[in-house]
Nanobody, 129 residues
Framework: QVHLVESGGGLVPPGDSLRLSCAASGRTFSSGYAVGWFRQAPGKEREFVATMTNWNANTKYADSVKGRFTIYRDNTENTIYLQMNNLKPEDTALYYC?????????????????????WGQGTQVTVSS
């Protein structure tokens, strides 16, 4: 069993930055196939934000956050991070981290929420003046 806990959310004005953290217990992030961040705004479907595949540390981002958000991992702390810069009101959402522990046959499975096996409870990010 894997337990993920997100933190770092908050209320910030547009243009500000936040760093989200996701700490894992029960399994190391590096032993999985991919880690990811997703978000869900009120009344909307959960959407992909960023992912990192473990074997080559390759990263992918949603177009809406490319150039502003960075996903990275600290193996010593078994934590993944999402650095969010130049936040916009449309970034307001509940942010979730997830880990893919079972290899998928589907290509680009790390871009979809069904490609992940364990999820955290989420941390709220609100961008408002």
């Amino acid at each position: 069993q894997v337990h993920l806990v997100e933190s770092g959310g908050g209320l910030v004005p547009p243009g500000d930055s936040l760093r989200l953290s996701c700490a894992a217990s029960g399994r190391t992030f590096s032993s999985g196939y991919a880690v990811g961040w997703f978000r869900q705004a009120p009344g909307k479907e959960r959407e992909f934000v960023a992912t990192m595949t473990n074997w080559n540390a390759n990263t992918k981002y949603a177009d809406s956050v490319k150039g502003r958000f960075t996903i990275y991992r600290d193996n010593t702390e078994n934590t993944i991070y999402l650095q969010m810069n130049n936040l916009k009101p449309e970034d307001t959402a509940l942010y979730y981290c997830a880990i893919q522990t079972r290899k998928r046959g589907e290509s680009n499975s790390e871009l979809y929420d069904h490609g992940y096996d364990y999820w955290g409870q989420g941390t709220q990010v609100t961008v408002s003046s």
